[in-house]
């Protein structure tokens, strides 16, 4: 298979607005796949198509990418050689190993058509925001398989990964998803929640009792235990069992021979406040394995089991997992909770935690089943807003369906002491088709010199309302600050760029952490 039949149905999936024509061209890819009979390619076009690669990082992003070669006239990359090179990128390591790198890269760029280009550069700087997401590529793959989009969805959530589900689905039908049960040492995907403005709304909406648990500000992590062997993944499932050896340390204090549990691991102050994200998420990262003195050590709180002993718990209601966990964890290492039908309490609950220093609550419904891969109706995230005004710097061309529109913004705080801004980071999240639109024709208006690239500077006149959940230690900013999940609420016309909040204002938030 050509990377060009890729590129192209990745193009027309992200300019279409139909979930059902989305599935209809993702089918008729994975067809095309199944009858090259190989299931391997399968899984890779699946994983591409959901934005992901297939060795997950390759140390390959924006930078990497700002001076390419020109298009080759026409295509001749195959999807198997592409994968093969992704691979030998990622593999580069040692003196020398940028440069090596980029040889490699540049020679598989001047390989590739313009479409394939476009493709290319989006899916390593993971900025393919096509609509492919998990729901629609498993109703594609059940589609092109013949098989029930139910009997998919759940293969993908046991078996962890759409990519070898798909494969299977795709060269041996239902027989070949029957391999895909709950196994202790093989992740599943996490249960995620959908969100609540308040804790009486979650109160409302999970029939007047809910399971009120600590959301702390952690990393959450997936812990398998059989016997003396155990095994930690992230959210996103990637293993990091070698880097958290207090993690496995836990899990092996426990008294069971069997065991898949859903925990929190944090960095925690000596005062048992949490410590900033960025130390807690530093040890996940490729050289966070390291031990000794001076290592920040995380504290691990379990809030959910999926399995004890021999006894499958998944679709258990939560009462019951709850109970199963509290049968073998210790109550301090296990989350905060409290059961509760009154909306004071829950309050009461909420601000407390937050006091703690945590980002909110978790309300879970007392008789749901996990819903392993899947954003479940049964669980309600609750956590304050935050709001700045703040002023756009630049703004980049948007991709898939933003593509012809500028998309991502640059958000800066202004500085009373140089007139200037600072900084704070970027989002393309919150933003609605006429939102688009009118920033497009508005940015244009204000830009200011040449671009860079896929980069429009702008003059900082235009003022823009943010939502986000909290500011994280940043050296990729001047200010030392970067907001987290930042979405638009709004543009501010009413405001000028001399009334948005200053950067005082932000390093106040920052410091009450």
Same mark, same amino acid.
């Given at each position: 298979?050509?990377?060009?039949?890729? /590129?192209?149905?990745?193009?027309?999936?992200?300019?279409?607005?139909?979930?059902?024509?989305?599935?209809?061209?993702?089918?008729?890819?994975?067809?095309?796949?199944?009858?090259?009979?190989?299931?391997?390619?399968?899984?890779?076009?699946?994983?591409?198509?959901?934005?992901?690669?297939?060795?997950?990082?390759?140390?390959?992003?924006?930078?990497?990418?700002?001076?390419?070669?020109?298009?080759?006239?026409?295509?001749?990359?195959?999807?198997?050689?592409?994968?093969?090179?992704?691979?030998?990128?990622?593999?580069?390591?040692?003196?020398?190993?940028?440069?090596?790198?980029?040889?490699?890269?540049?020679?598989?760029?001047?390989?590739?058509?313009?479409?394939?280009?476009?493709?290319?550069?989006?899916?390593?700087?993971?900025?393919?925001?096509?609509?492919?997401?998990?729901?629609?590529?498993?109703?594609?793959? /059940?589609?092109?398989?013949?098989?029930?989009?139910?009997?998919?969805?759940?293969?993908?959530?046991?078996?962890?990964?759409?990519?070898?589900?798909?494969?299977?689905?795709?060269?041996?039908?239902?027989?070949?998803?029957?391999?895909?049960?709950?196994?202790?040492?093989?992740?599943?995907?996490?249960?995620?929640?959908?969100?609540?403005?308040?804790?009486?709304? /979650?109160?409302?909406?999970?029939?007047?009792?809910?399971?009120?648990?600590?959301?702390?500000?952690?990393?959450?992590?997936?812990?398998?235990?059989?016997?003396?062997?155990?095994?930690?993944?992230?959210?996103?499932?990637?293993?990091?069992?070698?880097?958290?050896?207090?993690?496995?340390?836990?899990?092996?204090?426990?008294?069971?021979?069997?065991?898949?549990?859903?925990?929190?691991?944090?960095?925690?102050?000596?005062?048992?406040?949490?410590?900033?994200?960025?130390?807690?998420?530093?040890?996940?990262?490729?050289?966070?394995?390291?031990?000794? /003195?001076?290592?920040?050590?995380?504290?691990?709180?379990?809030?959910?089991?999926?399995?004890?002993?021999?006894?499958?718990?998944?679709?258990?209601?939560?009462?019951?997992?709850?109970?199963?966990?509290?049968?073998?964890?210790?109550?301090?290492?296990?989350?905060?909770?409290?059961?509760?039908?009154?909306?004071?309490?829950?309050?009461?609950?909420?601000?407390?935690?937050?006091?703690?220093?945590?980002?909110?609550?978790?309300?879970?419904?007392?008789?749901?089943?996990?819903?392993?891969?899947?954003?479940?109706?049964?669980?309600?995230?609750?956590?304050?807003?935050?709001?700045?005004?703040?002023?756009?710097?630049?703004?980049?061309?948007?991709?898939?369906?933003?593509?012809?529109?500028?998309?991502?913004?640059?958000?800066?705080?202004?500085?009373?002491?140089?007139?200037?801004?600072?900084?704070?980071?970027?989002?393309?999240?919150?933003?609605?088709?006429?939102?688009?639109?009118?920033?497009?024709?508005?940015?244009?208006?204000?830009?200011?010199?040449?671009?860079?690239?896929?980069?429009?500077?702008?003059?900082?006149?235009?003022?823009?309302?943010?939502?986000?959940?909290?500011?994280?230690?940043?050296?990729?900013?001047?200010?030392?600050?970067?907001?987290?999940?930042?979405?638009?609420?709004?543009?501010?016309?009413?405001?000028?760029?001399?009334?948005?909040?200053?950067?005082?204002?932000?390093?106040?938030?920052?410091?009450?952490?």
């Amino acid at each position: 298979m050509l990377l060009l039949d890729v /590129a192209a149905a990745s193009t027309e999936v992200g300019a279409s607005s139909s979930r059902l024509a989305k599935v209809a061209r993702i089918a008729q890819l994975l067809g095309w796949a199944r009858d090259e009979g190989d299931g391997t390619r399968m899984a890779v076009v699946v994983s591409w198509l959901s934005g992901e690669l297939t060795q997950r990082q390759i140390g390959v992003g924006w930078a990497a990418l700002r001076s390419l070669p020109d298009p080759a006239a026409a295509p001749t990359l195959t999807v198997d050689e592409v994968d093969a090179r992704f691979g030998e990128i990622g593999a580069v390591s040692g003196k020398g190993s940028q440069a090596r790198r980029a040889t490699l890269l540049s020679e598989l760029f001047a390989a590739a058509t313009a479409v394939e280009q476009t493709f290319l550069r989006r899916l390593l700087t993971g900025e393919l925001r096509q609509g492919a997401l998990v729901g629609v590529m498993a109703d594609a793959v /059940a589609k092109a398989a013949g098989l029930p989009a139910s009997t998919v969805r759940r293969a993908a959530m046991l078996g962890g990964a759409l990519p070898a589900v798909a494969a299977a689905a795709l060269t041996g039908g239902e027989a070949a998803l029957a391999q895909f049960t709950l196994q202790v040492g093989r992740p599943v995907g996490p249960m995620l929640a959908q969100t609540a403005a308040d804790v009486g709304e /979650a109160l409302e909406r999970l029939g007047g009792t809910a399971v009120l648990e600590a959301k702390l500000d952690g990393a959450r992590v997936q812990i398998h235990r059989r016997g003396s062997a155990v095994s930690v993944y992230t959210r996103s499932l990637d293993d990091v069992t070698e880097r958290l050896p207090e993690v496995v340390d836990a899990a092996l204090a426990l008294p069971v021979d069997d065991l898949i549990a859903d925990a929190e691991a944090i960095a925690l102050r000596p005062d048992g406040r949490p410590h900033r994200f960025q130390v807690t998420g530093s040890r996940f990262g490729r050289r966070g394995g390291a031990t000794g /003195a001076h290592t920040q050590q995380l504290s691990v709180f379990f809030f959910d089991v999926l399995h004890v002993d021999g006894v499958d718990l998944l679709d258990q209601p939560t009462e019951r997992r709850l109970a199963e966990l509290d049968a073998v964890v210790p109550a301090d290492q296990r989350v905060d909770r409290l059961v509760t039908v009154d909306p004071d309490a829950a309050r009461r609950f909420l601000d407390a935690t937050l006091a703690a220093g945590h980002e909110g609550v978790m309300a879970k419904s007392p008789t749901a089943p996990y819903e392993a891969g899947r954003r479940g109706a049964g669980w309600l995230k609750v956590k304050p807003v935050h709001t700045l005004d703040l002023v756009v710097l630049a703004v980049e061309w948007g991709s898939g369906r933003r593509s012809g529109k500028l998309s991502n913004i640059h958000l800066g705080a202004r500085d009373p002491q140089t007139g200037g801004f600072v900084m704070l980071g970027k989002t393309f999240k919150g933003m609605t088709d006429e939102m688009l639109q009118w920033q497009t024709a508005r940015f244009l208006e204000l830009a200011d010199g040449p671009t860079d690239g896929y980069v429009v500077r702008v003059r900082p006149e235009q003022v823009v309302e943010i939502a986000f959940d909290g500011l994280q230690t940043s050296s990729r900013y001047p200010g030392g600050m970067a907001l987290r999940f930042a979405r638009v609420l709004r543009y501010r016309d009413d405001k000028t760029a001399d009334e948005a909040d200053t950067v005082d204002t932000v390093r106040a938030l920052y410091d009450r952490h």
